[in-house]
């Protein structure tokens, strides 16, 4: 899933808690932020190819019926699951709006517009679910999000009258959406990748001037920055690091203080 900042906390929220929803509905893929028809972008949109109990879930076919029941009675019902199963397009093409507020419930005109997908949700925050009721029509199906997870109080139904376009077009929107997301973090690990490499074959004048300055302290023992700091800290204060082990105990016996051990030297020699 994409995620957009221009959202509201609350809408991220909700968005990803339906998300997860529809994921466990057999929702799949799913995208946020995708253009289902000319000037409707959904808040969420996904595909689904229901097996048997998906589609009793979402119930868009009845309950099969129990074998314990008589043969006639067991015959119909079991005919009537079949083909409303049947009946079901394949792939179905699902939206989902996520309104927070009850302005934006109110004002938004899509509740009437004709369906660019065979299935529509309304996600909403619980307290908003009275006027929900009485604004948006019954073919919607209404979710409600809370800390606890989704709760569907009403099942979406089959729009009539979709078609192979339509169905097209929002699979196309969220490839779209997912090749974006998948390219660019592609692009993103190759070229971080290729600046790892950069920098350990090649040493720019700057990184030279920091070694060289790193080289210089240890030699003074750090006396520069005027208390008391280790060979790691100075490390650490002139942006080297991941140095091996053994590579800083060197540094600390060998080059630690060693201007300070030289000129004691020279002075020992001229007295």
Request: proline residues 5%; hydrophobic residues 40%; aromatic residues 8%.
């Amino acid at each position: 899933m994409t995620p957009d900042r221009n959202k509201t906390l609350s809408t991220r929220q909700i968005t990803a808690a339906v998300v997860g929803w529809m994921d466990n509905y057999g929702f799949k893929p799913i995208e946020t932020e995708c253009m289902v028809a000319e000037a409707w972008q959904s808040d969420i949109a996904a595909l689904i190819d229901c097996t048997e109990g998906e589609a009793i879930q979402l119930r868009l076919a009845p309950r099969k019926p129990s074998w314990g029941i008589a043969n006639d009675k067991y015959r119909q019902k079991r005919e009537a699951f079949e083909n409303a199963y049947k009946a079901l397009p394949s792939p179905m093409s699902a939206l989902v709006e996520v309104k927070t507020s009850l302005s934006d419930l109110r004002k938004d005109s899509k509740w009437n517009r004709e369906s660019p997908t065979d299935l529509r949700y309304l996600a909403i925050p619980p307290h908003l679910l009275d006027r929900a009721l009485g604004l948006v029509p019954v073919s919607w199906g209404l979710l409600t999000a809370t800390a606890e997870g989704v709760k569907a109080h009403r099942y979406a139904c089959l729009e009539p009258g979709i078609t192979m376009d339509k169905r097209f077009r929002v699979a196309y929107s969220i490839s779209i959406r997912r090749d974006h997301r998948t390219r660019y973090k592609t692009q993103r690990e190759i070229m971080k990748s290729a600046r790892v490499v950069r920098n350990r074959e090649v040493v720019t004048p700057d990184r030279w001037n920091h070694i060289v300055l790193a080289v210089l302290d240890i030699c003074d023992g750090g006396s520069y920055f005027r208390k008391e700091m280790s060979v790691e800290q100075i490390l650490a204060w002139h942006r080297i690091g991941k140095l091996p082990v053994s590579v800083i105990e060197r540094l600390k016996k060998e080059l630690w203080c060693l201007r300070k051990r030289v000129e004691s030297g020279e002075d020992e020699r001229a007295a």
